[in-house]
T-cell receptor, first 108, second 116 residues
């Protein structure tokens, strides 16, 4: 079993809709969690950290469920510019593990 | 323009060539990383330098040779590569220590390498 798993998608979502995807991690000792965004043929960029209490940044909400060992990303009122690959990143003992990413296509 | 600059952006090299990738960070970070991103695979960590010392080498073939002359610069020297080494090579930096990774990594734009 991979340490960090994501549904590769693609998720095809109409503009304005709400979309959510999860990332599961296998090691309960994982300490910190992040969502990165990667546009086609570009470098990954930090979208947001994920805190235990859940956190929101504009249209984006991230949540952590330690009991079930997953993190989630919710995007409200999706925009065409949200089309990208979203990478789940887990930090365990200063080892950084990236998921394969979930591809999101926002449809006009 | 990010705080991490990589050159060249694109590189085509033959299997007998020797080339180097360069990474420079202007963020005052104390750790730098080389990652490889192949199609349909997750990012693969290759090398980690913390305070200019190599702290991790993830079983990378010796045809890849990193160099970190100071905390702002990182090189990846390439020689006798194989076509399967074609990939996007990303440099990243971070501030190590304590909970500092909570600020995440900053990636460079990458070098897209094609080995012919």
């Amino acid at each position: 079993r991979k340490e960090v798993e994501q549904d590769p998608g693609p998720f095809n979502v109409p503009e304005g809709a709400t979309v959510a995807f999860n990332c599961t991690y296998s090691n309960s000792a994982s300490q910190s969690f992040f969502w990165y965004r990667q546009d086609c043929r570009k470098e990954p960029k930090l979208l947001m950290s994920v805190y235990s209490s859940g956190n929101e940044d504009g249209r984006f909400t991230a949540q952590l469920n330690r009991a079930s060992q997953y993190i989630s990303l919710l995007i409200r009122d999706s925009k065409l510019s949200d089309s990208a690959t979203y990478l789940c990143v887990v930090n365990r003992d200063d080892k950084i593990i990236f998921g394969k990413g979930t591809r999101l296509h926002i449809l006009p | 323009e990010t705080g991490v600059t990589q050159t060249p952006r694109h590189l085509v090299m033959g299997m007998t060539n020797k080339k180097s990738l360069k990474c420079e960070q202007h963020l005052g970070h104390n750790a730098m990383y080389w990652y490889k991103q192949s199609a349909k695979k997750p990012l693969e960590l290759m090398f980690v330098y913390s305070l200019e010392e190599r702290v991790e080498n993830n079983s990378v073939p010796s045809r890849f040779s990193p160099e970190c002359p100071n905390s702002s610069h990182l090189f990846l020297h390439l020689h006798t590569l194989q076509p399967e080494d074609s990939a996007l090579y990303l440099c990243a930096s971070s501030q190590e220590g304590g909970q500092s990774f909570n600020y995440g990594y900053t990636f460079g734009s990458g070098t897209r390498l094609t080995v012919v």
